[in-house]
């Protein structure tokens, strides 16, 4: 991601792996806590908030939770949760989520898998990352690229 | 996957929506010129009233874009930069812990 705040980050990786065995690695709690480094609690249900413990090194003591928004199987999971919610202090609730959506497509020997997180624009400035601290310059390039961003993707709260 | 975003910010404000107007991207443009400004320097040129400006200036302080420094009889405004940047580096922190994720993932399932 150069010179941008983008809204979303997108990723696309092909597994070798048949659909229905990434679906399972994604939509079975246990299995995502593997992969995702994560105790969680229960099972993925839409419209249902799932949680755990973090077993991410140095994020042991934080909770993550999620509240499930869709799941077609081997195409679609999603759900929404507060990213970097790293202060076990602070109460997370009322603050926008990002929508993070799985999407299984086939491709050639195995699965494409696309993951998106999206909705950093309408976070709080204080979940966007901000240090006071020296910048180097870049501005012009960087107010361009702003300039474009919000011009295509006018902000409700403007 | 693990948090990546650590700072707080004294007022919870978006900085997009901060800057999703014309007006204010306008005055981020002059300042970032370098130096700082008074509302009169700022006002000078645009047919945008001395009110306005400074309410304008108001929401670019409270996404923490601008601040400002009183000096003798006027407040000079600056640009506060840093927050553009922090906020990119986060979201290429949080990108870069997909791709780790996205590997453990592929190693389960590849296995």
Avoid: C
Avoid at chain 1, 44 to 56: A, C, L, N, R
Avoid at chain 2, 27 to 39: D, Y
């Amino acid at each position: 991601m150069p010179q941008t705040i983008p809204d979303r980050i997108e990723k696309k990786i092909v597994l070798r792996a048949p659909r229905s065995r990434v679906w399972r690695a994604l939509t079975d709690a246990r299995e995502f806590s593997e992969w995702f480094r994560v105790t969680l609690r229960g099972q993925f249900e839409p419209g249902k908030e799932i949680s755990g413990q973090v077993t991410y090194p140095g994020y042991e003591h934080l909770t993550m939770t999620a509240r499930v928004e869709r799941m077609e199987p081997e195409s679609l999971f999603s759900f929404r949760w507060h990213p970097a919610a790293i202060d076990p202090k602070v109460d997370y609730s009322a603050e926008p989520t990002t929508l993070v959506e799985f999407r299984l497509e086939d491709a050639p020997g195995g699965t494409l898998l696309t993951v998106t997180e999206s909705g950093f624009q309408a976070l709080p400035a204080a979940r966007q990352g901000f240090a006071h601290e020296a910048n180097s310059g870049g501005w012009e390039e960087q107010l361009r690229n702003i300039e474009r961003h919000v011009a295509s993707h006018p902000s409700p709260r403007a | 996957m693990s948090p990546a975003i650590h700072h707080r910010a004294p007022e919870p404000s978006s900085l997009f929506a901060a800057l999703g107007d014309p007006t204010r991207l306008a005055l981020v443009r002059r300042l970032s010129a370098g130096g700082a400004l008074s509302v009169t320097a700022l006002t000078t040129g645009t047919r945008i009233s001395r009110q306005a400006v400074t309410k304008h200036l108001g929401i670019l302080a409270r996404a923490g874009l601008v601040e400002s420094e009183r000096r003798g009889r006027e407040r000079l405004w600056a640009l506060a930069p840093g927050r553009i940047h922090d906020a990119r580096r986060a979201l290429e922190q949080i990108s870069r812990e997909w791709d780790d994720a996205l590997e453990r993932l592929r190693r389960l399932v590849e296995r």
